[in-house]
DNA sequence: CCGGTCATGTAATCGGTTACATGATTCG
DNA sequence: CGAATCATGTAACCGATTACATGACCGG
């Protein structure tokens, strides 16, 4: 019983191009991380009902052990039918923030250090937005994926640069009035 | 067994002042609704448990139907234990955010109106903040909460405008060109 | 040859939501 | 008086993570 959520994530990936589940998990993971999540213990499951509806394919890939799993036409009328509906969004748990919140008693040398690890985080993934950008414009085989894939990449930089700057403000506020 | 999560949560508004189970679940959703979220399924263990280890204690409150929770000595060191563990981030499910992504395959106009959703609740968000953000100032109770609060909110604040920002763009760009 | 990565899959567990049951209080 | 809101609590369910079991393959 896979949910929908996890089969649009699986079914749109592999639209894109045929892989593992292995390299499935490591391609949301990296490229949707900031928006999405998929592990093993969903993956596998949502690939092997997918097979059985006949939405997916699997193949030998290029070691034995490997599966390459790739969609059919009928999972790609499948993916058309699932990015049309309405997903839930999972209510947000960010740790940090909750503490900051809280930070009265936490004492200002622990806000400060909160805040830092926030900055950290989202300069991190400044950077690797700047490597995928790159990707995705070097790439002339997806052209017709790339404005999309940009625009969701565009969400990720400027909320990662808010976060800088708040971090960076935060910092000088914190640190002058306590 | 309540997680030690909520039980930060609930303490924590309970340090600000005393009252009952449904208004702590307002609270929370109220003015932390961006960064954090308690069901009553959680809220209503955790305050038990909590009374048991007595970090709070329960009176009648304006009704004789409402309980009135607050905080104990030992409730205030144990929030101050709280607040200084890590606590876990839930990883992110922004359901517009993965459609958006395979957006080719859901076409302009539903991507636009994806955006225009997304840009809505961005905006309703950033009125939210105002209001709270002059209810915090017009607040001289909590004079030493404030600084913790005003910078959670900020951050609240350059994300919701970081994405209106994106969405006005993400409009132009995906309307023209394709 | 050995450690790290690639790879598949399952079972246990858990954190959390939802739905339900129940009832008081307030307001129009 | 009836509807909406305030209020507490529990049980069922579920989505998802984690840990575990297992093994192939590659590079140094």
Same mark, same amino acid.
Request: glycine share 8%; with cysteine; charged share 25%.
């Given at each position: 019983?896979?949910?929908?959520?996890?089969?649009?994530?699986?079914?749109?990936?592999?639209?894109?191009?045929?892989?593992?589940?292995?390299?499935?998990?490591?391609?949301?993971?990296?490229? !949707?991380?900031? %928006?999405?999540?998929?592990? %093993?213990?969903?993956?596998?499951?949502?690939?092997?009902?997918?097979?059985?509806?006949? %939405?997916?394919?699997?193949?030998?890939?290029?070691?034995?052990?490997?599966? !390459?799993?790739?969609?059919?036409?009928?999972?790609?009328?499948?993916?058309?039918?699932?990015?049309?509906?309405? !997903?839930?969004?999972?209510?947000?748990?960010?740790?940090?923030?909750?503490?900051?919140?809280?930070? &009265?008693?936490?004492?200002?040398?622990?806000?400060?250090?909160?805040?830092?690890?926030?900055?950290?985080?989202?300069?991190?993934? !400044?950077?690797?937005?700047?490597?995928? &950008?790159?990707?995705?414009?070097?790439?002339?085989?997806?052209?017709?994926?790339?404005?999309?894939?940009?625009?969701?990449?565009?969400?990720?930089?400027?909320?990662?640069?808010?976060?800088?700057?708040?971090?960076?403000?935060?910092?000088?506020?914190?640190?002058?009035?306590?």
């Amino acid at each position: 019983m896979s949910t929908t959520s996890t089969d649009l994530a699986v079914l749109g990936a592999l639209s894109v191009e045929p892989m593992s589940g292995y390299a499935l998990r490591e391609a949301i993971r990296d490229v !949707l991380g900031q %928006f999405w999540s998929e592990s %093993f213990g969903q993956i596998y499951p949502a690939l092997a009902s997918l097979e059985a509806e006949e %939405f997916v394919t699997r193949a030998e890939g290029s070691r034995p052990s490997a599966s !390459l799993f790739s969609i059919t036409a009928s999972g790609r009328r499948r993916l058309r039918e699932l990015v049309r509906e309405p !997903l839930p969004n999972r209510p947000p748990r960010h740790g940090a923030l909750l503490r900051l919140y809280f930070g &009265r008693h936490l004492g200002k040398a622990g806000c400060l250090s909160l805040i830092d690890e926030v900055r950290a985080e989202a300069a991190a993934g !400044l950077a690797t937005f700047a490597a995928i &950008r790159e990707e995705i414009e070097a790439d002339t085989q997806h052209a017709d994926d790339a404005p999309y894939w940009l625009t969701t990449l565009d969400l990720g930089e400027r909320s990662a640069r808010a976060t800088v700057e708040w971090a960076d403000q935060a910092r000088r506020v914190l640190g002058a009035t306590k």
